[in-house]
């Protein structure tokens, strides 16, 4: 299988699935990782954003995955058109031939989160993307969870995927990024992100777990 994980920013494709990435390397499936907001840098400087993008490569090496960086804005999605988003989209969807997507939930209190998720649903359509079987929307921890309270729809899962045998290196994954982990109890903390997978595991039955909403899944 041919999957593609949309995210908006370098750590995004390991905070929200990357346990389950992991599954489907170790499945024998192709995985590419778009990381949309790679062209500017709101946090960082030029250097500082350019080790920041190293990083993201080294974490793809690690993974075992296609990388491919999408040049658009950080925190600038949304002076962008719709359209525009939803091109960038279509054309990595085109470019890994996916039957599978996996993409930021669209109640994300984080602006670019939820315009690419927006454009990602968009994009996989059934008649514009018809190779796609599967969309399914992870949470992105320290915004997600702030969805509901700022008026947005809550992430209710409905899927939840047994990451028992890779958690630890998800862990050691989003490590990398040291720039990007702070210390507990953020939720971007490693001891969090920890008790996050095995919260998610008590919810649906194992040590371990990432958790989806599913826009389509095709059988």
């Given amino acids: 299988m041919n999957v593609l994980v949309v995210a ?5 494709e390991v905070l929200g699935p990357g346990g389950t990435i992991l599954r489907h390397v170790e499945a024998g499936d192709a995985v590419t990782a778009l ?12 250097a500082e954003a350019a080790a920041l993008l190293d990083v993201t490569r080294e974490v793809a090496g690690l993974l075992g995955i296609r990388l491919v960086l999408g040049g658009l804005p950080d925190q600038g999605l949304d002076t962008l058109s719709l359209p525009t988003v939803v091109d960038v989209v279509a054309r990595e969807i085109d470019a890994a031939a996916a039957g ?8 994300d209190l984080n602006r670019d989160h939820r ?12 008649y514009a993307a018809p190779g796609v079987r599967t969309v ?4 992105t921890p320290s915004s997600t969870e702030w969805g509901a309270p700022a008026g947005l729809d809550p992430f ?3 899927l939840f995927v047994d990451i028992s045998g890779t958690l630890e290196k998800k862990i050691a994954a ?13 939720p971007r903390s490693l001891a969090a992100l920890a008790d996050r997978g095995r919260f998610w595991g008590s919810v649906s039955g194992s040590d371990a777990a990432e958790a989806f909403v ?3 899944d095709h059988w």
């Fill in 8 to 12: 908006a920013h370098p750590d995004d």
């Fill in 35 to 46: 990381v949309a907001c790679t062209g500017t840098n709101l946090r960082y400087d030029d």
């Fill in 100 to 107: 599978m997507v996996y993409v930021h939930h669209w109640a």
């Fill in 115 to 126: 315009i690419l998720g927006e454009a990602t649903v968009v994009a996989t359509r059934p």
């Fill in 136 to 139: 399914r929307c992870f949470e």
């Fill in 156 to 158: 209710v899962p409905g």
């Fill in 174 to 186: 989003f490590e990398r990024y040291r720039s990007e982990v702070r210390p507990a109890p953020h």
């Fill in 214 to 216: 599913v826009v389509r």
